[in-house]
């Protein structure tokens, strides 16, 4: 396994830099060390680095079933934050993709997920993501809710990021 953990750790660094064919052929190469040997955390975490790269590279149906594909796995295998982990990243492809209902759907998977491990950071990243979901279906109220919910989290957290949900909730005021 230690060789799958070292692929997409080097295709990890290769996504950071935006070098993101290099980062999929190296996520591709880890999944198939971990298929072959029956690791299916690492399977489900190649699937979304996999997903993440698609959806750099414009291909949103890729994307959409790469990370379907690992939420599945994390829900098989009972890793339940990781199934909110995986939804946050999903809803960005079903975002790409045009999806929004979709979007909410595993969004508000991860919220509550989230919100039963005490995960506040991550709570409020999904909480800011979903408002603008909700903002761009249409919902100016749902998301207003949603970014205030995260900025009161952040803030509980004094993490400099309650600056950035409470300016959306402004601007949606006004």
């Not at 660094?13 to 040997?37: I, K, M, N, P, Y």
């Amino acid at each position: 396994m230690a060789e799958g953990f070292g692929l997409r750790g080097q295709g990890l660094v290769h996504e950071e830099r935006g070098h993101h064919d290099t980062a999929a052929r190296l996520f591709e190469s880890a999944l198939q060390v971990f298929r072959a040997g029956g690791f299916r955390r690492g399977e489900g975490m190649s699937l979304l680095s996999l997903g993440k790269c698609a959806r750099a590279l414009g291909d949103p149906p890729t994307a959409l079933a790469r990370g379907a594909a690992a939420v599945e796995i994390f829900e098989e295998i009972g890793d339940t934050w990781t199934v909110a982990w995986g939804s946050t990243d999903l809803a960005a492809s079903h975002i790409a993709a045009g999806q929004l209902t979709e979007a909410q759907d595993a969004l508000r998977t991860a919220v509550e997920i989230f919100d039963d491990f005490g995960d506040r950071r991550c709570q409020a990243e999904s909480l800011t993501l979903l408002g603008e979901v909700l903002r761009d279906s249409g919902d100016p109220r749902a998301a207003r809710d949603c970014w205030r919910q995260a900025a009161e989290l952040y803030e509980s957290l004094a993490d400099p990021r309650a600056a950035e949900a409470r300016a959306l909730l402004d601007a949606s005021d006004g």
